[in-house]
């Protein structure tokens, strides 16, 4: 034991070693502070976007939905964020005393709960406009029309540009063609109602040149939380 306390003290005294200042320490638990909030911001808002993005989709398509562009960044960025937070929580001065286990448990459930905040409450969906400016991104208006614009997989994305009658009405996709739309048997989801110019998404089928409609929904919702108002939040109601 002596030897190597001799050992020590002739390497400080060989190399003129002294005790870093105070101010350092302080600066790189700063610094390691700041990664760590700036990386799991970016977890949750990440995580926030993808839950406005598959919020009120029918999980029936498939699993696709999470392989397009935008999903597939989304979880990109939410396990990257992730793990860099965790890297630079446990560099700091404090971040040691916690187990990864314990310390990568409480991280999870503060994005989810975070991310599952920011799309209740709209955040995500000003985000979404904000970069929707971005030749970079893809904003959900976008990748809803690429998942429902798929009329022979039975689904349809448009505005109503008549009523013929009760149960059926002309229909304008996004892609400009001209339908008619058979509703007799249709849900309505969030106490929606045909009327003229209305915007929707339909899940049905191709019968004679003619859209057989089983389930209307709103085509853009207005976020999560505006969506509890009306019935459900990213849930079929």
Same mark, same amino acid.
Request: with cysteine; hydrophobic share 50%; proline share 3%.
């Given at each position: 034991?002596?030897?190597?306390?001799?050992?020590?003290?002739?390497?400080?005294?060989?190399?003129?070693?002294?005790?870093? /200042?105070?101010?350092?320490?302080?600066? =790189?638990?700063?610094?390691?502070?700041?990664?760590?909030?700036?990386?799991?911001?970016?977890?949750?808002?990440?995580?926030?976007?993808?839950?406005?993005?598959?919020?009120?989709?029918?999980?029936?398509?498939?699993?696709?939905?999470?392989?397009?562009?935008?999903?597939?960044?989304?979880?990109?960025? &939410? &396990?990257?964020?992730?793990?860099?937070?965790?890297?630079?929580?446990?560099?700091?001065?404090?971040?040691?005393?916690?187990?990864?286990?314990?310390?990568?448990?409480?991280?999870?459930? &503060?994005?989810?709960?975070?991310?599952?905040?920011?799309?209740?409450?709209?955040?995500?969906?000003?985000?979404?406009?904000?970069?929707?400016?971005?030749?970079?991104?893809?904003? =959900?208006?976008?990748?809803?029309?690429?998942?429902?614009?798929?009329?022979?997989?039975?689904?349809?994305?448009?505005?109503?540009?008549?009523?013929?009658?009760?149960?059926?009405?002309?229909?304008?996709?996004?892609?400009?063609?001209?339908?008619?739309?058979?509703?007799?048997?249709?849900?309505?989801?969030?106490?929606?109602?045909?009327?003229?110019?209305?915007?929707?998404?339909? &899940?049905?089928?191709?019968?004679?040149?003619?859209?057989?409609?089983?389930?209307?929904?709103?085509?853009?919702? /207005?976020?999560?939380?505006?969506?509890?108002?009306?019935?459900?939040?990213?849930?079929?109601?």
């Amino acid at each position: 034991m002596n030897s190597i306390t001799d050992k020590i003290i002739n390497k400080i005294k060989k190399e003129h070693l002294k005790p870093m /200042p105070k101010w350092r320490f302080w600066l =790189r638990d700063s610094g390691l502070w700041a990664g760590f909030s700036l990386f799991i911001f970016l977890a949750i808002l990440s995580l926030g976007l993808l839950w406005y993005f598959l919020s009120d989709e029918p999980w029936h398509i498939g699993y696709g939905l999470f392989f397009s562009r935008m999903p597939i960044l989304f979880f990109i960025f &939410i &396990i990257l964020g992730a793990l860099l937070s965790l890297f630079y929580f446990r560099n700091t001065s404090r971040g040691y005393r916690y187990s990864f286990v314990k310390l990568g448990f409480c991280l999870l459930v &503060i994005v989810i709960i975070a991310g599952w905040s920011f799309n209740y409450f709209g955040i995500s969906q000003q985000v979404d406009k904000i970069f929707g400016s971005s030749s970079l991104y893809q904003d =959900r208006q976008a990748f809803m029309k690429e998942v429902w614009q798929k009329p022979t997989d039975g689904l349809l994305a448009g505005k109503i540009i008549s009523i013929i009658d009760v149960n059926s009405f002309s229909f304008l996709d996004f892609d400009g063609k001209t339908w008619i739309v058979d509703s007799t048997s249709a849900i309505w989801r969030h106490n929606l109602k045909s009327e003229k110019n209305l915007e929707i998404k339909m &899940i049905g089928k191709i019968v004679d040149n003619i859209f057989i409609a089983q389930d209307i929904r709103p085509w853009l919702g /207005p976020g999560c939380g505006m969506m509890m108002k009306v019935g459900s939040c990213g849930l079929i109601k």
